[in-house]
């Protein structure tokens, strides 16, 4: 890990008293939906945190792709690069983010940074969903953080709630909608507004859909997201390809309408449980039609809900916005300020 930098002993000497503010420096990789409105809450949040904290963050860089791509939000002048190795080569970044999104390039940029003593936060589920024992033993070895409160659920703090049920309970099961594009899909459907593929263009419009959007209709974004729940509820690592997966590319205007007179609501739910017997992990992600005053048939648009059946607790229910700029940017944003906690 780089040493965190006092911006200057004299602020110690000329506050007698008060401890030095120190300096944190950040390398933000990616700035499109997450990227830029991680960009933006850090603006906006800065003075508070010096103030609450006494740590400047400074964003030391920003890695995109594209440098002449038109943005909704302009990239900061002097701090951009499209060159990966400017920013993970850099002794003086103490915290990679990395919001690229995509599996090779991205797990290149968390094992960089990790094996320059770098904290990471990332939002990739797909990366983690492959990588995560092996990354999490990586960080460990290195004395370094590695968060991903974004890469599931979005702005709902899912694993966070499965680390602490789990200190003093056991988790039984998991379900829910861990989906927001596609919930927000079969929402637009259910209402009867638009055809699949109208619904699907609505959807990227509004940010909620991956790059690849196969990912998501697919299903397999939610099995990468229980891939990820399913490591924190049980221990357990399960690959995507050990979870049985379906998506929503049969669903059509005409299966919706006709659960609809049947008094039910299609959403794509996502669950796995410990089976009692042989001690496996059974996990999978399907379109159910759940009764209509069922609580997830009223998770509409981007929302997200977990259900988690726990040993002692019984039931709890997690609930929020699973997709979107701003949203997933305040997770990644909690990531930071848990950072800023243990320093
Ligand atoms: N969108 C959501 O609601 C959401 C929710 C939860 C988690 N996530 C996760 O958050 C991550 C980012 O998603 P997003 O929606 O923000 O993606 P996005 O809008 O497609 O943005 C990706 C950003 O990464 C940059 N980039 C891509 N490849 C790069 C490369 N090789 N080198 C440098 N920069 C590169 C792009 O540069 P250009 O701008 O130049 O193209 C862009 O700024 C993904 O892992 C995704 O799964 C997203």
Known sequence: MNTITAISSQTKSANRGMPALKKL??????????????????????????????????VGGICVKNLEKERSVALPAGLVTNNIADLTQDNSIDVVIELIGGRYEALDIIESALEGRKHVITANKLVLSHELPRLRTRADRQGVNLFYSASVCGSVPVLRALDELLIGDEILSLRGIVNGSTNYI????????????????????????????????????????????????????????????????????????????????????????????????????????LDKTHL????????????????????????????????????????????????
């Open 296 to 343: 997830f048939a009223h998770t509409r648009d981007e929302f997200n809900a977990l259900e988690i059946q726990t040993r002692h607790a019984g039931p709890q229910l997690l609930y929020g916005k699973g997709a979107g700029s701003l949203p997933t940017a305040s997770a990644v944003v909690s990531d930071l300020v848990e950072l800023l906690r243990e320093l």
């Open 25 to 58: 420096r950040v390398a933000l990789f990616g700035f499109g939906v997450v990227g830029s409105g991680v960009w933006n809450i850090l603006e906006h949040k800065r003075a508070e945190f010096r103030k609450r904290f006494g740590v400047d963050i400074e």
């Open 186 to 289: 079969l929402t637009l459907m259910d209402d009867g507004l638009v055809s699949y593929s109208d619904a699907i263009v609505q959807a990227k419009e509004k940010g909620f859909l991956e790059a690849d959007p196969t990912l998501d209709v697919s299903g397999q974004d939610a099995g990468q997201k229980l891939s990820v729940l399913t490591y924190h509820a049980f221990r357990k690592h399960l690959l995507p390809s050990e979870i049985i997966t379906n998506g929503i590319e049969a669903i059509t205007s005409e299966k919706v309408q006709a659960a609809k007179e049947a008094g039910k609501v299609l959403k794509l739910i996502a669950s796995a449980s410990r089976d009692r017997k042989t001690g496996e992990i059974l996990a999978s992600v399907g379109v159910e039609a």
